[in-house]
T-cell receptor, first 116, second 113 residues
């Protein structure tokens, strides 16, 4: 069964450092997301991406965040200068259809980011 | 701003009994609701959904009920099995609007043998 793959599973970084979280969406999917979950909190939408550009972003997704699909298979989330409050589990998700069939949204197993 | 609320962080039931997980929402623009299940070290996986034009949707042991006037939905699992032990997230979105899902905080279900 195809799956969304995220690497690394755990990332520890120092405050102020840049991190790149990597995702390989399912190969024929067209619509990509990043969500995150701070411990004990809800899963929060960060950004959606379609046709090589951001479709929608939340207020969390400020100038410190960026996304890229550099080579047609990877989908990355970069945090330029990490803050303590960026510590969270980051989930990548993808789906084939642009509209509708939201049940067909597949999530990766997440990257646990710890900022020290 | 919690548009989707799951007020019970945890629930414990005996195997074979019914599990009822509750979810409330505040945004009346939501018209599609989903439940996701999440095991440790895995991402959320889709479980069951319901459109606002319905008040019930059933899939095997899982049934979701929607009360639009109360802005409340619930997930019933019957009979509960130990393998159902997981965190359950309620999510909502607006069809034809933003395609982002809005999640609750989750409820950790433990089914005891």
């Amino acid at each position: 069964e195809p799956e969304v793959t995220q690497t690394p599973s755990h990332q520890v970084t120092q405050m102020g450092q840049e991190v790149i979280l990597r995702c390989v969406p399912i190969s024929n999917h067209l619509y990509f997301y990043w969500y995150r979950q701070i411990l004990g909190q809800k899963v929060e939408f960060l950004v959606s991406f379609y046709n090589n550009e951001i479709s929608e972003k939340s207020e969390i997704f400020d100038d410190q965040f960026s996304v890229e699909r550099p080579d047609g298979s990877n989908f990355t989330l970069k945090i330029r200068s990490t803050k303590l409050e960026d510590s969270a589990m980051y989930f990548c998700a993808s789906r084939r259809q642009v509209k509708g069939s939201v049940e067909k949204l597949f999530f990766g197993s997440g990257t646990q980011l710890s900022v020290l | 701003d919690q548009q989707v609320k799951q007020n019970s962080p945890s629930l414990s039931v005996q195997e074979g009994r019914i599990s009822i997980l509750n979810c409330d929402y505040t945004n009346s623009m939501f018209d599609y609701f989903l439940w996701y299940k999440k095991y440790p070290a895995e991402g959320p996986t889709f479980l069951i959904s319901i459109s606002s034009i319905k008040d019930k949707n059933e899939d095997g042991r899982f049934t979701v009920f929607l009360n639009k006037s109360a802005k409340h939905l619930s997930l019933h699992i019957v009979p509960s099995q130990p393998g159902d032990s997981a965190v359950y997230f309620c999510a909502a979105f607006t069809q034809g609007g933003s395609e982002k899902l809005v999640f609750g905080k989750g409820t950790k279900l433990t089914v005891n043998p």
